[in-house]
């Protein structure tokens, strides 16, 4: 059945008006000016043919119609706002579902988890590190970390921290020239992530290592761990890897130079305005914001 309803903006501030008594206190409650909830009802009412308020000079006093109007509108509100309290608290119950990649699971998120705890106990998250683009359209996650030059898709497209990248080496190789450490150890390969080296070496106006010598790993967090040990020397990415560097178990061997990508967080629609949605991709951007400045 096709329902006529007219605007449910100006019902709702019909509604305050009515239960509050008055246009003035109607918009001290919905942050709005009196004019606008003035001129809401008087819309209302010309497209209703019948007036809701008396107006006289010592106050307003509702119509019958307004009487019967308000009655059945309040009814309504209350009954919206439990339903939608109902929806958000089973959801928000349920926890949030983020997809990400390991080596931003392992290096960065998953020690930073018990501080996530601490600071916000009430967020409970389900972490999935399978590589393969999800859709969060088709309801299986909530949230998910990209690395993007831009917002390319459906979700809300959250900015959470500018990407560089930097050529790492284990500490034994510290203060050694690029060159003089390539020349002791091989470059390490990401085979997913091939164009890293020809970025960064465009960006520094130098020739990047040859991409059929070296040493390939599917994974970056792989090829870090090898760089750990002594294996070669890789592209590291911050802020993801901003510990690994500060802790010393990584050197840089040059500067860390803009990949013109940066990290993302992307959420089914409507997400970020809900309260677990907005905490957890604010926490997010401070935390990536400060490592950043490390």
Request: glycine share 8%; with cysteine.
């Amino acid at each position: 059945m096709l329902h006529k309803l007219y605007p449910l903006s100006a019902l709702r501030l019909f509604e305050a008006a009515g239960r509050r008594g008055g246009f003035t206190a109607a918009a001290e409650e919905l942050g709005v000016t009196p004019s606008a909830v003035s001129h809401a009802i008087r819309s209302l009412e010309d497209r209703l043919g019948i007036p809701l308020f008396h107006r006289a000079p010592g106050g307003l006093k509702l119509t019958e119609a307004g009487v019967e109007l308000l009655d059945e509108t309040s009814r309504a509100m209350q009954g919206l706002s439990r339903v939608v309290e109902r929806i958000t608290r089973s959801r928000s119950s349920a926890g949030l579902t983020l997809s990400t990649g390991p080596t931003f699971a392992s290096r960065w998120l998953v020690p930073r988890l018990a501080a996530l705890r601490r600071r916000h106990p009430r967020i409970s998250i389900s972490i999935s590190t399978e590589r393969h683009w999800v859709d969060l359209a088709d309801g299986d996650f909530d949230l998910a970390i990209r690395v993007a030059r831009e917002p390319s898709g459906a979700g809300e497209w959250f900015h959470l921290a500018q990407e560089r990248l930097v050529p790492v080496a284990a500490k034994a190789l510290a203060g050694l020239p690029l060159a003089d450490a390539l020349r002791r150890v091989p470059a390490i390969h990401v085979t997913g992530l091939r164009e890293d080296w020809h970025s960064w070496a465009t960006a520094r106006q130098i020739a990047p290592p040859d991409p059929a010598k070296g040493v390939r790993f599917d994974t970056a967090h792989l090829a870090l761990e090898a760089v750990a040990e002594g294996a070669g020397v890789a592209l590291a990415r911050l802020p993801v890897c901003a510990a690994d560097i500060s802790s010393g178990r990584l050197v840089m061997l040059d500067e860390p130079t803009l990949s013109g990508s940066a990290y993302w967080l992307v959420a089914r629609p409507g997400l970020l305005r809900q309260p677990d949605g907005r905490i957890f991709a604010q926490w997010l951007k401070e935390e990536l914001s400060e490592a950043a400045a490390c």
